[in-house]
């Protein structure tokens, strides 16, 4: 195994997202008249909307019902963080880090386009990166492998030669099940919810190495 690519998750990685999403998760049930609890929106922290709504807010949802219903949680969220997107410590280092290093560097996230473009932007990283890959990108989310299969076949690279770096359960899940190499950023999931990735870090700044082979 040689790894030549880096795939990151956004939400948790490269940005603390998280209090900002269960901001607007409880926004929009207000709006809704239901109460939101953060545990529960915890429990589906990093699979797409279309499988969130009808978690949080019933099954009996109809697909516009939960395609218009994301929507308007995404646009509270952007309203939230536009301006003030919330970097995670060491995350713009380290890509600069891996880019000036050779690797190709993809982001493979559930989270929609507009909010990856939004906080890539505010990073002021956008074009390190070779391929971005949303929920609007694949029909199905973590814990499916889609998502990191998908960034690799457009990198170009075979799945074994990617770096993948998530912080949720259902991420590393997906990472393994693609067959790739997983550091798991602990923080948004304890490190005992994460122990099924290669390795559990507490901080970007730990991975600022030579050689992501050796994360």
């Not at 308007?72 to 963080?81: A, G, H, I, P, S």
């Not at 536009?82 to 713009?92: L, Q, W």
């Not at 690797?103 to 002021?124: F, K």
């Amino acid at each position: 195994m040689a790894i030549c690519a880096v795939i990151f998750d956004l939400d948790g990685v490269l940005i603390d997202s998280g209090p900002a999403h269960r901001e607007s998760w409880r926004a929009l049930g207000a709006e809704l008249g239901m109460e939101v609890s953060d545990r529960a929106v915890g429990a589906v922290f990093g699979r797409q909307n279309r499988d969130i709504v009808p978690i949080l807010f019933g099954d009996d949802r109809t697909p516009e019902e939960v395609r218009r219903l994301g929507a308007r949680k995404e646009e509270m969220y952007r309203d939230l963080v536009r301006g003030k997107v919330p970097v995670s410590e060491g995350a713009v280092e380290l890509v600069r880090h891996y880019r000036a290093g050779g690797y190709q560097l993809a982001v493979g996230s559930s989270t929609p386009r507009a909010n990856i473009d939004l906080a890539l932007s505010e990073m002021g990283i956008a074009e390190l990166f070779g391929v971005i890959v949303s929920s609007e990108d694949v029909s199905v989310g973590k814990p499916d492998p889609t998502v990191f299969l998908t960034a690799a076949s457009r990198l170009g690279v075979l799945p074994g030669d990617c770096l993948v770096i998530e912080d949720a359960p259902a991420g590393v899940e997906a990472g393994k099940a693609a067959g790739m190499v997983v550091v798991a950023l602990a923080g948004s999931h304890s490190r005992e919810k994460l122990g099924h990735a290669d390795r559990v870090i507490s901080s970007l700044n730990e991975l600022i190495i030579a050689d992501p082979a050796n994360a």
